[in-house]
């Protein structure tokens, strides 16, 4: 039997750890043949009208122009977290205080979540030490990483690596969330892979959510 096909487009800097698992589930199955594009917002957006791709991950909500005749399906939200290698100690002061001379890595101004920070240092009249801004999730996992620093990320970016006890989750940006979507086209009958798909990344995100990770 010819398997399946499932074509995902993703934006680039989204978590490539969201994007395993949440394709795992198909890859394990020789019944669908899956295949990831990735691209910036309004690219994807033209292949999923033109019906190119089956669906969009992202990590921003749809706006403006971009919404006519789409979709978007909230899969979850996760905290955002500063993260960096173990053992780190913050000084006795209160955040975001206790940055003072800390090098941190942050998304780039295009992402939610980097808007939500600024505004969150404008607020508290404080001016952070900012070392990198990066697009990639891959490349600030990269940067929590290297010791230098430490790198504003939400927990899915790095996962296997909070598991493993290579990375610590040093601080928890209060009021700070990242949503994540599902991106579709309207559909009179559902399909069953898109609904996998959007089963999966809920489940995902809800277990996660779960967890009551340690903080310091």
């Keep these: 039997m010819t398997p399946s096909r499932l074509t995902i487009g993703a934006l680039s800097p989204l978590s490539k750890n969201l994007q395993f698992e949440i394709i795992r589930p198909f890859i394990q199955e020789s019944r669908v043949q899956v295949r990831v594009v990735e691209g910036e917002y309004a690219d994807l957006l033209d292949r999923l009208r033109r019906h190119k791709i089956d669906l969009i991950l992202s990590n921003l909500p749809l706006g403006g122009t971009d919404a006519e005749g789409i979709e978007a399906r909230l899969l979850g939200e996760m905290p955002m977290y500063l993260v960096g290698v173990p053992p780190f100690k913050i000084p006795r002061k209160p955040f975001p205080e206790w940055l003072e001379g800390i090098p941190i890595f942050l998304p780039s101004s295009r992402t939610a979540s980097r808007v939500g920070f600024d505004a969150l240092m404008i607020e508290t009249g404080f001016q952070p030490q900012i070392a990198a801004e990066v697009d990639d999730m891959a490349l600030l996992r990269l940067l929590a990483l290297s010791g230098a620093g430490l790198a504003l990320v939400p927990e899915i970016g790095v996962k296997f690596e909070l598991e493993e006890e290579k990375l610590l989750r040093v601080e928890r940006v209060p009021g700070?969330?990242?949503?994540?979507?599902?991106?579709?086209?309207?559909?009179?009958?559902?399909?069953?892979?898109?609904?996998?798909?959007?089963?999966?990344?809920?489940?995902?995100?809800?277990?996660?959510?779960?967890?009551?990770?340690?903080?310091?």
Aim: glycine content about 2%; cysteine-free.
């Design 176 to 216: 700070l969330n990242v949503r994540f979507y599902a991106i579709t086209m309207p559909r009179r009958r559902s399909s069953p892979l898109i609904d996998e798909v959007i089963a999966n990344g809920t489940e995902l995100l809800a277990r996660i959510q779960q967890k009551k990770p340690a903080t310091l």
